[in-house]
């Protein structure tokens, strides 16, 4: 087969991308540098007997027309919502549970202040609310700075939704894109647990204080998605993530699409201002006229494109473009589960998100200490045991975890390296645990380690960022990645981006996918053709 158009990764927005192009009738060949296709989303042993999600770890934010567009129930996807959203113990021997319905949430938030109790519908009303714009245009292509009256057009259709919104509406809205998490939270709740609750969200995946102007947005990026159509819940993948993009390349291949592993691309090849295929790293070469990258925008226009064949303009721009999300990702065999001071016996909150980050305090203080040092003396850590819905993952009896911890510098200060101290990192996250659960470190039976290189490395996440770019407001919409060349449109013909370093962002969503293809189709169309970029 020749190809029509490229793929350099076969991610999850990769896999989505083929799919869509597919099934208009074009050919796509997919090449992915591992040995497996999925990306961050998959599941692999990492000590025998014992498999779980490698990097990304659970599910949320994946587009219901995803999900049924490409038949991902129908191939075997099954995704079971968290009985609890979080567990946060906390340092007095009580915890906090949040999820489980309004009314359950009502009564946690009742053992640390009625106050927050009373609030928390009306909080809940606003956020969703705002999540609701996110979710209208997460499937929309973000107008393009300088693209004429098309990207006119588009921004006031686009923006029509924000404009139409009752003015205290708006101000939500600009609460949530511009202020701190913890400002934003003191307006609503007096309790430190129930802001902590809340303000997690606005540090996963992003190398910030709570106090960082700006992230409350991360806080909101976190709960526009939906598990089995409830909104704002988070969920288990049974076989972990990889069941997702397994079922996503199940569908692709139905429509033809060729998926070459162990293809890693060294370059993206360009004669005449124009992309005409691509080279692997064994010096073979992949032709066609369209190449879209479900790679980071660091690493495409870092490594994988001569800078002679970009503008200065916009490479200075890109070198601009800021990653490292200060994430180091673990994943633990146990022997048996953890017994948590604040509630030792097995119970629902084992099923739930595991916040070990009692305060905003402590937040903040964890990331002082990792622009300080390179690493929190008390990390943010939060624990999911998979095994505990899914008898898989591990052998009877025992159990797999996946650890997700902030903050570690993507780059080590004083020409330190991650792979010098990877295993002390490791030891320090397993004592913070030791913490909050005595008996933990005992029953590790093996753990495998992804520093901030690591998941460089293996993943091709540059500075480790799970969200392939900083989530900060100059990196939003239409300049997520670069301004003039947000609507997934690279800056040389032919090129296109259809990963989450383009809108609306990281985490498993299927968006940028969907969207690139929207946008190549669109370009390949009668009027696309005769007015391309227009």
């Not at 490229?6 to 999850?12: E, F």
């Not at 430190?192 to 204080?209: E, I, L, P, R, T």
């Not at 990889?242 to 890693?264: F, N």
């Not at 902030?406 to 020409?415: D, M």
Request: with cysteine; glycine share 12%.
């Amino acid at each position: 087969m020749k190809p029509e158009i490229l793929i350099v990764g076969a991610g999850h927005n990769g896999l989505t991308c083929a799919f869509y192009l597919a099934r208009a009738g074009l050919k796509v060949r997919m090449l992915e540098r591992r040995h497996i296709a999925g990306g961050a989303a998959v599941t692999e042993e990492f000590h025998p007997g014992f498999r779980n999600s490698t990097a990304s770890y659970t599910v949320s934010l994946l587009q219901p027309k995803v999900i049924a567009d490409m038949g991902l129930a129908e191939r075997g996807l099954r995704i079971l919502d968290r009985p609890y959203s979080n567990f946060l113990p906390q340092p007095d021997g009580r915890y906090l549970l949040v999820g489980g319905g309004l009314e359950k949430t009502q009564a946690e938030f009742a053992k640390f202040s009625e106050a927050d109790a009373k609030a928390l519908p009306a909080y809940y009303a606003m956020l969703d609310g705002v999540a609701d714009v996110l979710r209208d245009l997460a499937l929309q292509i973000p107008p393009n700075a300088g693209g004429g009256a098309a990207a006119l057009l588009a921004a006031a259709k686009q923006g029509g939704r924000l404009a139409k919104m009752p003015i205290e509406k708006q101000r939500d809205v600009l609460d949530l894109f511009t202020k701190s998490a913890r400002t934003f939270l003191d307006g609503w709740f007096e309790s430190d647990a129930v802001k902590a609750g809340f303000g997690f969200d606005a540090v996963v995946g992003n190398y910030a204080s709570p106090d960082t102007p700006g992230s409350a947005y991360v806080l909101l990026h976190h709960v526009f998605g939906e598990v089995n159509g409830n909104k704002g819940a988070w969920g288990h993948a049974i076989g972990g993530m990889g069941a997702i993009t397994q079922a996503m390349r199940a569908a692709c291949e139905d429509l033809g699409v060729e998926i070459l592993t162990d293809a890693p691309v060294a370059r993206v090849l360009v004669e005449q201002g124009a992309v005409v295929g691509v080279r692997l790293e064994d010096g073979s070469e992949h032709r066609a006229g369209i190449v879209a990258a479900n790679v980071g925008p660091k690493l495409l226009y870092d490594r994988l494109i001569d800078p002679k064949d970009l503008d200065p303009s916009f490479l200075r721009a890109a070198k601009g473009f800021k990653v490292g999300s200060g994430t180091f990702r673990m994943n633990v065999a146990l022997s048996e589960l953890p017994r948590f001071t604040a509630r030792p016996e097995p119970g629902d909150h084992l099923k739930s998100g595991i916040i070990l980050a009692p305060t905003l305090d402590y937040m903040d203080q964890a990331f002082t200490d990792a622009r300080a040092t390179g690493m929190s003396k008390d990390p943010i850590v939060e624990m999911l045991i998979p095994s505990t819905v899914d008898d898989s993952l591990a052998p009877a009896g025992q159990h797999v975890a996946s650890l997700f911890c902030q903050q570690f510098a993507p780059e080590l200060p004083n020409g330190r390296s991650w792979d010098d101290e990877r295993e002390k990192a490791a030891d320090l996250i397993v004592a913070t645990v030791e913490k909050w659960a005595p008996g933990f470190s005992k029953s590790v039976i093996a753990r495998q380690i992804h520093s901030p290189l690591d998941l460089e490395r293996k993943f091709g996440l540059m500075g480790g960022d799970i969200m392939h770019g900083a989530m900060s407001l100059d990196q939003l919409w239409s300049a997520r990645p670069i301004l003039g060349n947000a609507a997934y449109r690279g800056p040389i013909s032919g090129l296109y981006m259809c990963g989450a370093g383009t809108h609306p962002g990281g985490g498993i969503t299927g968006a940028p996918g969907h969207n690139a293809a929207k946008a190549i189709l669109a370009d390949r169309s009668f009027l696309g053709r005769l007015f391309k970029r227009g």
